[in-house]
C-alpha cells in the first residue's frame, strides 16, 4: 500500500474554487452566486474569469438559496457558497423545501467548516452542518480530505449529478497528499492504510491526523486501518461492513459535533448490520472559541495523538467484546 | 385559444365550485385564500400565460411560481380546466397517492406545477432565479410570482424584492393577494405590513393596484405589468377572502377550513344562483 506524503499545505476552499472553475469552462449552464465573501470562499476564480454567469446577491442567504433554486429549474447549474454555519444553517428551510424538495442540481460550498476557523470563534465555526445537511432527502454530502481531491469532487458534483449537493471545505492550509489522478468516485471510501487490527475512518481535514496517528501505531505493533470518507451521504456500507467483519473495531474522526455527524452516520451502518465496538473523535457537544486554528484542534482533541489514544484503548478493549 | 372577457367569469364560476367539492372532499384545506384568488388565476391561465397545458415543459413558456403553497386548490381546479389534466382528479385531493398534493410538490408527478412550495418567503427568490435566466438567455418569457399578504411578513420576501430590483428584472410580476387577513386574523392587527405600496416603491419596484375580483382591472394591470421596462413589477391585488360564498366572505376564520359536505352543496348552490 502506498505511504502518503505532504507535498506542501494548500487551503482546501483554493480547490473548491479551482474545481469550479474548471467545472465552469466545461460547461456553459454553471453559474455562481455570491453572498458578499466571494473572495474568501474562493468564487472570485469563477466571477473574474464568467462575470456575466456570477451573481452577486449581497449578504441575504435565504435568498440566494431560492434564488439558485430558480435558476436550476430553469436549466443553469448555480454554485452557492458562502461559510457553513451561513450555507447549512442560516437557510436550512430553504435547502429542505426549495432546493431538496424540488430535487434540484445546486451546488452548495459550506466553506470555513470546523474549528479550524480560528480566531473568528464560535459563530463562525461550523460544527453542526454535517449532520443537518444529511438528514435531508435527496442531499448529497461530500467532505474531501485535502485541496486535490476537492478539486475532483466539486467537479464531480457539478458535472455528474442531478440533485442538491452540498460539500465542505476549510479555511486554513492542509497537507496535500492525494493523487491528481485518484481514483475518485462520490459514494465510495477509499482505503488509504491497510491493516486488520483496527479500522479508522476519517473525514475532511482530519483524514491527514488519521493517518499520521496510523503510522505511529503502526510502529507500536497496532496495525490500523484508515479509510477515507468523502462522501457522507450516500455513505459507502461497503467498506464500512468490510471494516467492521475484518478489524472488529472502529473509530471515526471528524472535525465537527459527534452527535448525528459523520460518526453517527457509520455508526448507523454498524448498529444495524454488524455491531462491532466503536469510538468517536469529534467535538463533544459544545461550541468552540477564539484562538489559533491549532491551539483550538489541540484543546478540542481533534489532533493524531487523540486518535491513537482512543485508538490503543479500543484495540485492547475490543477483545472483551468479542 | 382565444378567451372573451365575458366568458372568464363562468370558468371562474366553475372553478370555484370545483375547489369547494375538492376540499369538502378531502376533508381538510384552504377554502377562503383559493376562492379569493380564483378570479386572478382565471385570469392568468385563460388570459394572461403563454402555456400550452398539451406540453406542460415547453420551454418558452411562462412560469408561474405559487409562493404560497397552500391555496393549492385553486392551482389545481384552475390547471384541470385548463386542460393540464382531467377534473375528476380533483377529488383526489390530499389523499393517499395522489398527485395533488396538500401543498404543490413537484415529484408527485402533476402536470403544470412549477414549484413544491408552501414554506412562506421562498417562491419570489426562486421567481427571481428564474428571471435571471430568462435574462442571461435572452428568452421573452416571463415569471409571474403569487404571495399572500401576511407572506409580506417574511424577511426573505424582501431579499427577494431588493435583488429583483437590482438586477431590473423586468420580465418579473409579483402578485399579492391582498385580502387583508391571516390566519391570526386582520393583517394590520397581526402585524401591520402598511404601507404596503410604498414599501414595494422603496426597494425599486412598479406597484400597479387592481381590483381582484374585476376581469377588465385584472387584465389591464398585467398589460401595464408587461409593459414596464427595466424594473420588476408588483400587482397589489385587493381580494376578498372565500370570494362567492356571501355567508364566509372576508372570514378570516375560513382561511384553513374545509367545508362540510352539507356545507360545500349550500356553497355550490348559491355561486350557481349568483351566476
Ligand atoms: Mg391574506
Sequence with gaps: MMHFEN??????????????????????????IGADITGSVSMDLFAKAFPERFFSLGIAEQNCMGVATGLALSGKVPVFSTYGVFAALRTTDQIRISVCYNNVHVVIGGAHAGI?????????????????????????VLSPCDATQTIIAVQRAIGNMKGPVYIRFGREPVPEFTHEHQEFQIGKGQQLKDGND??????????????????????????????????????????????????????????????????SAVAEVIVKNHPVPMDFVGI??????SGKPDELMKLYGLTRETIMTKTQSLFYKKETFI | MTVYMNELKQIARNIRIDIIKSIAEAGSGHTGGSLGLTDIFTALYFKILHHKPSEPQWDDRDRLILSIGHVAPVLYATLAHAGYFPVQELQTLRKLGSRLQGHPGRDHGLPGIELSAGSLGQGLSVAVGMALTAKMDKKNWRVYSIHGDGEMQEGSIWEAAMSAAHYKLDNLIAIIDRNGVQIDGKTKDVMDMDPLQDKWESFGWRVLNCNGHDFEEIQQAFTQAQATQSKPTVIIARTIMGKGVRQIEGDYHWHGKAPSKEEADNFIQEILKAS
Design chain 1, 116 to 140: 479550524s476557523v480560528g480566531p473568528d470563534g464560535a459563530t463562525h465555526q461550523a460544527l453542526e452542518d454535517i449532520a443537518i445537511m444529511r438528514v435531508l432527502p435527496n442531499m448529497t
Design chain 1, 7 to 32: 507535498r506542501g499545505n494548500k487551503a482546501t476552499r483554493l480547490g473548491f474554487g479551482e474545481g469550479v472553475l474548471e467545472a465552469a469552462r466545461r460547461d456553459s449552464r454553471v453559474v455562481g
Design chain 1, 198 to 263: 483496527i479500522s479508522i475512518l476519517a473525514t475532511g481535514h482530519m483524514v491527514w491526523e488519521a493517518l499520521q496517528a496510523a503510522y505511529q501505531l503502526q510502529q507500536e505493533g497496532i496495525h490500523a486501518r484508515v479509510i477515507n470518507i468523502h462522501t457522507i451521504k450516500p455513505i459507502d456500507e461497503e467498506i464500512i461492513l468490510q471494516a467492521a467483519h475484518e478489524t472488529k473495531a472502529i473509530i471515526t474522526v471528524e472535525e465537527h459535533q459527534i452527535m448525528g455527524g459523520f460518526g
Design chain 1, 284 to 289: 463533544n457537544d459544545s461550541f468552540g472559541e
